[in-house]
């Protein structure tokens, strides 16, 4: 035979009651430390393989150079851009590719230049002759970066690139050209000196993210 003692706080309903309160609490905390501790190795995954992006080497002579865009500075590109163009020339200079495509859009309605336009003029008034820059000025995204010049490439009878960017930025890149059928892209990269490591890794981690579930749902 069970007793039980009735007191205020001590009925069979209520002990239950505070186990199953309990163990949910706890089921709860559970699953938040396996999303927690889940997340945290990815962002440590995303971040290796950021890490691990390095220019093609040894690099061969391809049709085109495929300098991807960052933000303007009203009409001059920002430091950071110049960096990718100052890049991208020193390639050209040394003939690894006669062509260049510059692939940015509209960074603000009241900017004169979209970031393509803001690199091709950059890049004129460094000596490169206009007919051999083709301008790509639709683009908001490295996935629009590359599948516009992607289509620039195959009008233009080009079958070849050097996807030009920053390290940071080169693991994403390759993926996404690799996704839309680049045969054989290489990476020309470039450490930069003017930006936060620390603020644009943290954001390449974010943006890779993003592009695995777009592969994954997409």
């Known amino acids: 035979?069970?007793?039980?003692?009735?007191?205020?706080?001590?009925?069979?309903i209520r002990i239950v009651s505070?186990?199953?309160?309990?163990?949910?609490?706890?089921?709860?905390?559970?699953?938040?430390s396996i999303i927690v501790i889940a997340g945290l190795l990815w962002c440590a995954y995303a971040l290796n393989n950021i890490n691990k992006a390095a220019t093609t080497d040894p690099m061969q002579k391809a049709d085109v150079g495929i300098i991807l865009g960052m933000s303007m500075w009203g009409d001059e590109p920002s430091p950071g851009l110049k960096e990718r163009l100052d890049y991208g020339l020193k390639l050209y200079q040394?003939?690894?590719?006669?062509?260049?495509?510059?692939?940015?859009?509209?960074?603000?309605?009241?900017?004169?230049?979209?970031?393509?336009q803001?690199?091709?003029?950059?890049?004129?008034?460094?000596?490169?002759?206009?007919?051999?820059?083709?301008?790509?000025?639709?683009?908001?995204s490295t996935y629009e970066n590359l599948l516009y010049s992607k289509e620039i490439m195959a009008r233009e009878g080009l079958s070849s690139a050097?996807?030009?960017?920053?390290?940071?930025?080169?693991?994403?890149?390759?993926?996404?050209?690799?996704?839309?059928?680049y045969v054989n892209p290489e990476l020309g990269l470039t450490e930069s000196t003017v930006l936060s490591m620390t603020r644009h890794k943290t954001r390449e981690i974010l943006a890779y993210t993003k592009w695995k579930l777009q592969q994954l749902f997409l």
């Open 94 to 116: 040394e003939g690894m590719f006669p062509n260049l495509i510059v692939s940015g859009g509209l960074d603000k309605p009241d900017l004169q230049y979209t970031e393509a």
């Open 162 to 181: 050097i996807i030009i960017t920053h390290t940071y930025h080169g693991w994403r890149s390759h993926e996404i050209a690799d996704e839309l059928g």
């Open 18 to 32: 505070k186990k199953r309160k309990f163990w949910t609490k706890r089921t709860l905390l559970i699953a938040l």
């Open 1 to 12: 035979m069970e007793w039980y003692v009735y007191g205020r706080d001590s009925s069979p």
């Open 118 to 140: 803001g690199m091709r003029n950059y890049l004129v008034a460094k000596g490169v002759p206009d007919r051999s820059i083709y301008v790509e000025n639709e683009a908001t």
